[in-house]
C-alpha cells in the first residue's frame, strides 16, 4: 500500500507545477506564491509525503484542479454507483461463467459445448464498447425497450445512493451490467474448462472411476471441487478487472460512477483525482487478496491442516 | 546444404504442429483473414481505393453517404462515407494498419522485456527473482487498462501538449507495452523453472557453459511454445486496449485515427440514422480481434502436450 | 475352472499416423488365492490388459477383440454393467501413491463414499467397516486416522490406504499395476507382504503387474511374460524364471542383475545391433590414456549440505540437511558405488561433485587440488574438463531442439575453439561409434531415438573432453532390463579401455555389486559403511545396510 501511496504522492507533485494547473493564468505571481505557502508545497518533500499520507488515510485527497471540490466528495458521491454495477455484473460473469464453463468442461464434445465455446472465444475478440454501442443500438434505439443512459431513478440512503430500489433504476442497470460481465464470463468459462478438463485426467478421477464411483458423483464432488480452488482466486482479480473496465461501461452509457470521473481526470490531467483513484484501487485489489487468501485457508485442507499440525 | 534444408522442410510438413493445422478448418480461415488483412493494411496505399487523409480529394458533397447497397448508395464508396465525405472503406484500411502497428509493437515491447525478466528471475532465482515476481504480481492485480491509462496520463502531464500528438503513438505503445509485461514474465519463469530442473541444463553448466549461453540457447527456445500462445492471445488484447483507449479519447490523436477512434467518432452518428460509419469499423475490429483468437486457440491446443 | 480368464484380449489404439496394437490375442487365467505376476519391460501391454479388464482404456483406445470372463460370465458384454463389477467384484490400485488419492476428501469420506455405492449400509455401518479395513493393512490409530486429509500419510502409508480402498466393497478379484515401483525398498517389501497376507485371508485372485523380476520371484506363484502387447509365455513362476523356454523370456531372465554373484558382463541374448565384435572403441584413437597409480583421484572430506526453504526466515525449522559430515576417497581407475534410497543425499553428493551446487561446509579435492576453494570460472573451466556426469532421466538430459551433433560438439568446441571443422566432424562420428551408434545419428533429433539410444548419446557428450572421472546418476533406473544390461556393458568396457574412473549412483544394489569395485552406503545424509563390493554383499557391519540386502527382491529366491 505504502508504495501506491508514494507513487501517487510523485503524481501529484512532480508531474506539472500543481499550481499552475490548479489556477488560471491570469493569477498574479503573489496569489501563487500565496496559495504555494498555503498548500505547504515549499515544505521539504518527506513533510509533504507524510501529510499526504494522513490525508489519505482520513480520505482527504485535496482539491480537484478541474471541478473546483474537494476530491473526496466527488469520490463517495460516484462510489455507489459504481460499486452496483460492479457488484451485479460480478454475479453476472462468476455464476454464468462457472456454470457453463464447468458444463463445457464435462462434455468435452457436442454440439452445445462447442456452441458455447465459439460464442466465449467472439466474447473475448469483442472489445467491451462495441458491446456496449450494439447493445444501446439494439435494446434503447430499436427496440427501445431499456434506457440507453444514466442510473435511472436513485434512493438516497444517507451515504449510499442505491439504483436497486426503483424500476428506472433496475432497468438501467440491466445493459451496463451485461456488458461489462461478458469479457470477464468468457474468460471464466475458459478458465474453469480447462481446470475441469485437466482434473478429470488425473490419477485420483481414474482411482474413483476404477472403484466404481458413479459418474455423476465425479464429477460434481470429485472434479468440482478441486476446479473451484484456483477458480476464487480468478474471482478476486476479476473483481478488481471489473471496476476497472467500468470505466469503459460508464463512459459508454454515461454511467455515473468512478470510472466516468477517472477518464475526465486523465484527459485533463487533473493530478489530485488520479492519485486519489489509484490509491483507492490499491486499497480495493489489498483487501480483495486478503480475502482470497483467507478462502483459501478455509478451502484447501492442504493449506489448514498443515498450519494446524505446525501449531498443534 | 541441400540435405539441410530438405530435412528442415520435411520436418516442418511431418510435424504434429502442421497436421493440426492442416486438420483444423478454423485454424485455416482464421490465418487466411488474417493474411489478408495484414497484406492490405501494409500495402494500404495501393489496395484502398481512396485516400482519406488528402483533404484535396474530399468534398462536402459526399458526406453521409450510405454503404453502395442501400437506396441512396454510391458504387465507389462501397461503405459509405462519414460526416467529411471520407470513404469509409479506406478510413478503415488505414485506420486498422495503425491498431496493427501499436498493437504489434506494443506486444513485442511487452514480449522482450517480459521473457528476459521472466527467463532471467526464473533461472537465477534468489532475491532477484523474488523482486520480479513481487513487481508481476502487484502489476497483475491491476487491470491492463488502468495500467495503461496511469501511463497515458503521467505521459500528458510530462510531455507539454504540442509534442504529446507527435509522440502519442509512442506513449500509447510503452503504456500498453507495459501493462502486458507481467503476463509474460510470468510465464517464462514458470516455464524456465521447469527447464532448469532438466537435466540438459545442469549438462551444459557440468561441460562449462555461461549462464547467458545456457539461457539464450538452450533455454529459450523450450520455453517458446507457451510465450508465443501468450503473444497471440495479447496480441488481439494489445488490439482491443488500444481501440478502446482511442475510444475513450486518450489513445492516438484525432490525425491518424485508429479503428478505435472511427468507432468513437460513429458512435456520435448512431442515433440520427447514419449507423455505418461505426458499424463497419466495430465489425471489422470484431474480425481482427477474433481471427487472431481463434488462431490464438488453435495454437493454445495443439502446443499443450496433455490435451491429447 | 479359473477365476478369471482373459480370452484373446485385443486392444488397440488408433493413431493419427498409425493404429498401435498394445494387446494382441492375450489369453490368460488367475485362480483364487493365487498371484499371477505379469511382467514385461515398457510397451508390452501389461499395464494395458490390467486397464482393458475393468474397462479403463481411454480414447483413442478401446478393446477391438476377446472377452473376460469373471466367475462364469462375460463382463464385457454389456460394457454398462461394467461399473458394477469396479469396485465390487473387481479392485485395481496404481503405481503412485501421491496422486491416487483425492486431497481435499479424508481418506475417511472416500472410503465411505466408495462403501456406501456399491453396498447398502448406514453411515454408521460404513465407518466402522472403513476403520476396521485400515487396520487390517496396517494403519495404526485408524480410529483418529480415519478422518486425516491424503497429505498427512508417508508414501507407503498411502499405498495402504489405497489398497483399504480397493478392497472395501470385498472384490475377489485384485489388480495391482506396479503398486511399490515408486516407494523405497524397504516399504516395498512391507507391501507386496501385506498383499501376499490378504490374498490368503480373503482367498483373493491377484493380478499383480511389474517390470522387476526379483518381485516376480519373491512374490507370485505363476507368472505371464509380455513382450510388445504379445503374451510370450505363461507358467508357473519357478518354471519360468529357472528354465524359460521362448527366448525373449530367457534374455529377460539373464539381464537382470544377479544378486548373488559378481559378473564381468550381462550376457545378452538377443542382439539388436549387428556384429560389434570389435571391442577397440574408436575414441580410443585420439585419447590420452591415463597411467593408473594407485592414489585417490577424490577425496571428499566432512562434506555436508543444507537446504533451506524460505530465504528470509533465519530460523532452522525448515531447513534440511541432505548431507551430514559424509567423507570418502576415490582411488584413480576404480568404480565407486554411492547406494541409497531416495533421500539420503547420494545425488546430492554427485551433484557437488560436478560443482553443481556449493557444498555447506566440507571440502571435495579433485587430484589433490581442492576444487571447493575455487573462485574464478576460468579456473573452474580446467576441472570442468576432467569431470563429467550421465544422468538418470534419457528425455529432459538431451535439449530436444538441437542435433546430436550439435549437442555433442558443444563441449569439444568449448573446450577445443580453435578446432578445425573437419576434425570436429571426425571426432563426433568416432564418439558415436565408441557408443554403438551410427555417424548418421549425427543429423538426427533426440526424440528420434529410444530411451537406451539416447542414454548412449548422453555418455558420448560426457565423454567429449576426455574426462578423467565419470559420475554416473542412477544412469539405468529409467531403462528396461534389458537395455539396462547394454548399457552397463557399455560403461564396463569404456571404463576398461579408457581407464576411467567411475563414481556410480544407485538404489538398485544388484545394479551396483555388478558395477563397482567399492560401495558406500548413505542413509538420510550419513554414511553408513564403506566396503569392497563382495565384503559388503557377503558381509555387511552395519545394520541399515543388511536390512537394504534382506529386503532387495532377489530373483534368486525362486531357488529356494
Redesign the interface.
Known amino acids: 500500500m505504502l508504495v501506491v501511496a508514494f507513487v501517487s504522492f510523485s503524481l501529484f507533485n512532480f508531474v506539472g507545477d500543481p499550481i499552475n494547473n490548479m489556477v488560471g493564468e491570469e493569477t498574479s505571481d503573489e496569489e501563487r506564491a500565496e496559495l504555494r505557502e498555503t498548500l505547504g508545497l515549499n515544505d521539504p518533500v518527506y513533510m509533504q509525503f507524510s501529510r499526504f499520507v494522513v490525508n489519505a488515510s482520513q480520505g482527504e485527497f485535496g482539491i480537484s484542479y478541474q471541478l473546483r471540490r474537494p476530491v473526496s466528495d466527488l469520490i463517495s458521491e460516484r462510489l455507489p454507483a459504481t460499486l452496483e454495477l460492479v457488484i451485479i455484473s460480478a454475479i453476472i460473469a462468476l455464476v454464468s461463467g462457472t456454470l457453463l464453463g464447468v458444463y463445457t468442461g464435462i462434455n468435452r464434445k457436442g454440439f452445445l459445448s462447442d456452441t458455447i465455446l465459439a460464442i466465449s472465444l467472439l466474447g473475448v475478440s469483442l472489445p467491451t464498447f462495441v458491446i456496449g454501442i450494439l447493445f444501446i443500438y439494439l435494446f434503447a434505439v430499436i427496440l427501445g425497450i431499456l434506457p440507453s443512459f444514466g442510473r435511472g431513478e436513485v434512493v438516497d440512503l444517507g451515504f449510499w445512493s442505491t439504483g436497486f430500489l426503483t424500476i428506472s433504476g433496475l432497468k438501467a442497470i440491466i445493459l451496463p451490467s451485461v456488458t461489462l460481465s461478458l469479457f470477464q464470463m468468457t474468460y471464466i468459462i475458459r478458465l474453469v474448462r480447462a481446470e475441469m478438463m485437466e482434473i478429470l485426467q488425473t490419477d485420483y478421477i481414474k482411482f474413483a472411476r476404477a472403484r466404481g464411483i458413479k459418474e455423476k458423483s465425479i464429477h460434481y464432488k470429485h472434479a468440482l471441487k478441486n476446479g473451484l480452488i484456483p477458480v476464487i482466486t480468478i474471482a478476486g482479480i476479476n473483481i478488481g478487472t471489473l471496476i476497472a473496465f467500468s470505466i469503459i461501461t460508464e463512459t459508454v452509457f454515461q454511467w455515473p460512477g468512478m470510472g466516468f470521473l477517472f477518464i475526465q481526470a486523465v484527459k485533463f490531467v487533473d493530478i489530485p483525482i488520479m492519485s486519489a483513484y489509484l490509491v483507492f484501487i490499491a486499497f480495493v485489489f489489498v483487501m480483495i487478496n486478503f480475502i482470497v487468501d483467507i478462502l483459501y485457508y478455509f478451502i484447501d485442507p492442504r493449506i489448514r491442516v498443515k498450519s494446524e499440525a505446525v501449531s498443534g | 546444404m541441400d540435405n539441410q534444408r530438405l530435412t528442415l522442410f520435411n520436418r516442418i510438413k511431418d510435424s504434429d504442429v502442421y497436421f493440426s493445422f492442416i486438420k483444423s478448418p478454423t485454424a485455416i480461415v482464421s490465418s487466411i483473414i488474417l493474411v489478408i488483412i495484414f497484406f492490405c493494411s501494409f500495402f494500404v496505399e495501393i489496395v484502398a481505393p481512396f485516400n482519406p487523409f488528402d483533404p484535396a480529394s474530399l468534398s462536402l458533397m459526399d458526406a453521409f453517404t450510405p454503404p453502395s447497397w442501400s437506396e441512396e448508395g454510391v458504387a465507389k464508396f462501397v461503405l459509405g462515407t462519414d460526416g467529411q465525405g471520407r470513404d469509409m472503406l479506406s478510413t478503415i484500411l488505414y485506420g486498422s494498419r495503425i491498431s496493427l502497428i501499436v498493437g504489434f509493437s506494443a506486444i513485442l515491447f511487452s514480449l522482450m522485456l517480459g521473457v528476459t525478466l521472466g527467463l532471467t528471475a526464473g533461472y537465477f532465482g534468489g532475491k532477484y527473482e523474488m523482486i520480479v515476481m513481487r513487481l508481476t504480481d502487484v502489476q497483475l492485480t491491476v487491470p491492463s487498462i488502468l495500467m495503461a491509462l496511469l501511463v497515458d496520463g503521467i505521459a500528458r502531464g510530462i510531455i507539454s501538449r504540442e509534442l504529446h500528438d507527435e509522440m502519442a503513438i509512442y506513449v500509447l505503445i510503452f503504456a500498453i507495452g507495459i501493462s502486458e509485461w507481467p503476463q509474460f514474465a510470468r510465464v517464462s519463469r514458470a516455464a524456465t523453472l521447469v527447464e532448469k530442473n532438466k537435466d540438459y541444463v545442469s549438462a551444459s553448466t557440468i561441460i562449462g557453459l555461461s549462464n547467458v549461453l545456457i539461457m539464450f540457447k538452450h533455454i529459450l527456445p523450450n520455453i517458446m511454445r507457451p510465450v508465443l500462445v501468450i503473444g497471440t492471445i495479447g496480441l488481439a488484447l494489445a488490439i482491443i486496449a488500444e481501440s478502446t483507449l482511442s475510444f475513450l479519447g486518450v489513445g492516438v490523436p484525432p490525425t491518424t485515427p485508429s479503428l478505435g477512434t472511427l468507432i468513437r467518432i460513429g458512435n456520435d452518428f448512431l442515433f440520427s440514422g447514419e449507423w455505418w460509419i461505426t458499424f463497419f469499423p466495430s465489425i471489422f475490429l470484431i474480425i481482427l480481434a477474433f481471427s487472431i483468437n481463434l488462431l490464438g486457440d488453435w495454437m493454445r491446443d495443439t502446443l499443450n502436450p496433455k490435451l491429447n | 475352472m479359473s477365476f478369471l480368464k482373459i480370452n484373446d484380449l485385443s486392444v488397440d489404439y488408433k493413431m493419427?499416423r498409425e493404429t498401435i496394437y498394445a494387446a494382441k490375442n492375450v489369453n490368460i487365467d488367475v485362480n483364487r488365492g493365487e498371484i499371477l505376476g505379469l511382467v514385461g519391460e515398457s510397451g508390452s501391454g501389461k499395464s494395458t490388459v490390467g486397464n482393458a479388464i475393468?474397462n479403463?482404456i481411454d480414447e483413442p483406445g478401446r478393446v477391438s477383440n476377446g472377452s473376460i470372463v469373471l466367475d462364469g460370465i462375460d463382463i464385457h458384454k454389456d460394457p454398462e454393467n461394467i461399473?458394477?463389477?469396479?469396485?465390487?467384484k473387481i479392485?485395481?490400485?496404481?503405481q503412485?501413491p501421491q496422486?491416487?488419492?483425492?486431497?481435499?476428501?479424508?481418506i475417511g469420506e472416500q472410503l465411505i463414499?466408495?462403501i456406501q455405492?456399491?453396498l447398502s449400509l448406514s453411515s454408521e455401518e460404513a465407518k466402522n467397516k472403513s476403520i476396521n479395513l485400515l487396520k487390517e493393512v496396517g494403519i495404526k490409530d485408524a480410529e483418529s486416522r480415519f478422518n486425516?486429509?491424503p497429505?498427512?500419510f508417508s508414501g507407503g502409508m498411502r499405498q495402504r490406504v489405497?489398497i483399504s480402498?480397493?478392497l472395501c466393497?470385498e472384490p475377489e478379484l485384485l489388480i495391482a499395476d506396479e503398486p511399490t515401483t515408486a516407494l523405497d525398498v524397504s516399504i516395498q517389501s512391507q507391501i507386496l507382504d501385506l498383499i501376499k497376507r490378504l490374498t490368503k485371508e480373503r482367498n483373493l485372485a491377484v493380478i499383480l503387474i511389474t517390470h522387476d523380476m526379483g518381485v516376480i520371484a519373491e512374490t507370485t506363484d505363476r507368472v505371464a511374460v509380455m513382450k510388445n502387447g504379445d503374451l510370450v509365455e505363461i507358467g508357473p513362476t519357478k518354471e519360468i524364471l529357472t528354465k524359460p523356454k521362448e527366448i525373449y523370456t530367457r534374455s529377460l531372465v539373464s539381464s537382470v542383475p544377479p544378486t548373488d554373484k559378481k559378473i564381468s558382463r550381462f550376457k545378452i541374448i538377443e542382439k539388436e545391433k549387428k556384429g560389434q565384435s570389435d571391442t577397440n572403441i574408436k575414441i580410443l584413437n585420439r585419447w590420452v590414456k591415463k597411467e593408473i597409480s594407485n592414489k585417490d583421484l577424490v577425496q571428499i572430506k566432512n562434506l555436508s549440505k543444507t537446504f533451506d526453504d524460505s530465504?528470509f526466515t533465519e530460523s532452522s525449522k525448515n531447513s534440511v540437511m541432505a548431507v551430514n559430515d559424509v567423507s570418502f576417497n576415490i582411488k584413480e581407475g576404480e568404480s565407486f558405488g554411492l547406494v541409497g534410497e531416495s533421500g539420503s543425499g547420494k545425488s546430492t553428493i554427485a551433484?557437488m561433485i560436478?560443482?553443481?551446487f556449493r557444498p555447506t561446509s566440507g571440502d571435495i579435492y579433485f587430484n589433490d587440488v581442492c576444487i571447493t576453494k575455487i573462485k574464478s570460472?576460468k579456473e573452474?573451466?580446467k576441472f570442468?574438463?576432467q569431470?563429467?556426469?550421465i544422468?538418470?532421466?534419457p528425455y529432459?538430459?538431451?535439449?530436444?531442439?538441437l542435433k546430436v551433433k550439435d549437442i555433442v560438439s558443444?563441449?569439444i568446441k568449448?573446450?577445443n575453439p580453435s578446432i578445425s571443422s573437419i576434425d570436429l566432424d571426425n571426432y563426433i562420428f568416432d564418439l558415436l561409434e565408441s557408443v554403438e551408434l551410427s555417424q548418421q545419428s549425427a543429423?538426427r533429433y533426440p526424440h528420434e531415438f529410444s530411451g537406451g539410444q539416447r542414454q548412449r548419446i548422453?555418455i558420448a557428450?560426457?565423454l567429449a573432453?576426455q574426462p578423467r572421472l565419470l559420475v554416473c546418476d542412477e544412469p539405468t533406473s529409467a531403462l528396461d532390463v534389458s537395455i539396462q544390461a547394454q548399457i552397463l556393458n557399455l560403461l564396463k568396457d569404456l571404463q576398461e579401455q579408457l581407464n576411467l574412473t567411475i563414481l556410480f549412483i544407485s538404489h538398485d544394489l544388484p545394479v551396483v555389486r555388478q558395477m563397482c569395485d567399492r560401495i558406500a552406503v548413505l542413509k538420510n545424509g550419513k554414511l553408513c559403511e564403506i566396503s569392497k563390493t563382495e565384503e559388503l554383499f557377503k558381509n555387511p557391519s552395519h545394520n541399515y545396510t543388511k536390512e537394504l540386502l534382506e529386503l532387495m527382491p532377489k530373483i534368486e529366491s525362486i531357488y529356494n
Open positions: 493419427r475393468i479403463l461399473t458394477k463389477y469396479r469396485g465390487k479392485g485395481l490400485i496404481f503412485d496422486t491416487s488419492l483425492n486431497p481435499i476428501l479424508t463414499e466408495t455405492t456399491h486425516n486429509y497429505h498427512q489405497v480402498l480397493a466393497c530465504f551433484k560436478v560443482n553443481l570460472n573452474m573451466m570442468r574438463k569431470i563429467q556426469m544422468f538418470q532421466d529432459s538430459s538431451l535439449n530436444g531442439r558443444e563441449p568449448l573446450h543429423e548422453s557428450r560426457a573432453t
